[in-house]
């Protein structure tokens, strides 16, 4: 069945946010492009209600025969088409066939579902960010006109494209920092901590990096490469609800992990186990930390070191060689004390590996 597009429906997706991700990020470890947007009327239309739309699609934008999308060959997006795929995930293609048509290597997107019914986020990498950015507006159009049966060529994006990628490109990351601290709460005040017990140790200056999930998610994480991260919980709570659920929520505080140098270490909490894995995973070291005693065994033995509270003070171990931190204070959260503290004992090298 062939369904009639008004010229109103084929106006009605539109872009509530576009933006560049840079550095690591949710999606990707290299720098994507982020466009939310509202479908309106296209929630319930797919490319197999508009008899005219594939045809006319593929005439202007022939390369788009040689993705694979998800079915795993060249022509696997046809086939899609044909069987009928929903606009987002459409433009995510023509946004990336864009780019390569004018000899940009990039091949990486993902659409997903927004907050709300009608709403979806789509990322797609690119070798230039103003090219991503101007793709993605260009791709939403030209998908509403082969919707509205009005594309014949998308010549003029192409040449628009080709002279832009001529323009100076945003510099890459090349930011190092000591430790980047992440989670739901006491960042800042495990940021203060840490900073104040490594200028005791007589390290000035040292780059420690609040990377709040909000931001992590927003714009990717700010630095290149860390020595140490610190992720304090596995609840982050200034997202939005889907990025809440437990395999986003870590994922997404994960991101830190991914810019740790190799060998370097991680901090989490006791019985974060995913978290701890992902990090091994990455061939990082962990270490762990408790407000109480709580440590199970299990932690103990393959954890590098281990922080906790024990009768009112900061307890740390590594080699099996306990030590107090000083007595716990009551002026800052007790996991930022305790992170901190772990976070100089590690550096101190307590002793040889």
């Known amino acids: 069945m062939t369904t009639s597009l008004t010229n109103d429906a084929a106006t009605e997706i539109r872009i509530t946010t576009l933006h560049a991700t840079r550095g690591m990020n949710f999606w990707s470890k290299r720098p994507v492009i982020r466009m939310d947007l509202a479908v309106g009327d296209f929630e319930n239309i797919s490319s197999a209600d508009a008899e005219h ?21 060249p022509g696997g997006f046809v086939l899609r088409l044909k069987r009928g795929t929903y606009a987002p995930h459409i433009i995510e293609h023509v946004a990336l066939e864009l780019q390569t048509a004018i000899g940009h290597r990039v091949g990486f997107g993902r659409t997903r579902g927004g907050d709300t019914a009608g709403e979806y ?35 003029p994006a192409l040449t628009e494209l080709a002279a832009l990628s001529k323009t100076p490109d945003t510099p890459p990351l090349h930011q190092r920092v000591f430790c980047g601290i992440t989670g739901g709460g006491a960042r800042a005040e495990t940021q203060q901590e840490l900073v104040r017990r490594l200028e005791a140790m007589g390290r ?102 281990v922080g906790r509270v024990r009768g009112g003070e900061i307890w740390l171990e590594r080699c099996g060689d306990p030590r107090s931190a000083g007595t716990l204070r009551d002026d800052i959260p007790a996991e930022a004390q305790v992170a901190a503290a772990l976070g100089e004992y590690v550096l101190s090298n307590a002793c040889s590996d």
């Open 53 to 73: 739309f594939t045809p006319q699609l593929l005439n202007a934008l022939p390369g788009l025969r040689d993705h694979e999308c998800s079915i795993g060959s």
């Open 121 to 155: 986020t789509v990322v797609f990498e690119h070798d230039h960010e103003q090219v991503g950015m101007r793709a993605a507006a260009l791709a939403l159009e030209i998908v509403q006109r082969a919707f509205a049966g009005t594309l014949d060529t998308v010549e």
């Open 204 to 305: 000035q200056d040292p780059l420690v990096i609040d990377a709040s999930p909000a931001y992590l998610l927003q714009a990717g994480l700010p630095y290149t490469y860390a020595d140490m991260a610190i992720i304090l919980d596995e609840n982050p709570t200034d997202v939005p609800e889907r990025y809440r659920e437990t395999d986003n929520a870590r994922k997404l505080l994960s991101i830190v992990t991914d810019a740790v140098r190799t060998d370097g270490v991680v901090i989490c909490p006791a019985k974060a186990w995913e978290l701890q894995d992902y990090a091994r995973d990455q061939d990082l070291r962990v270490a762990i930390f408790r407000t109480d005693e709580d440590v199970t065994r299990r932690d103990q033995r393959v954890a590098m070191a």
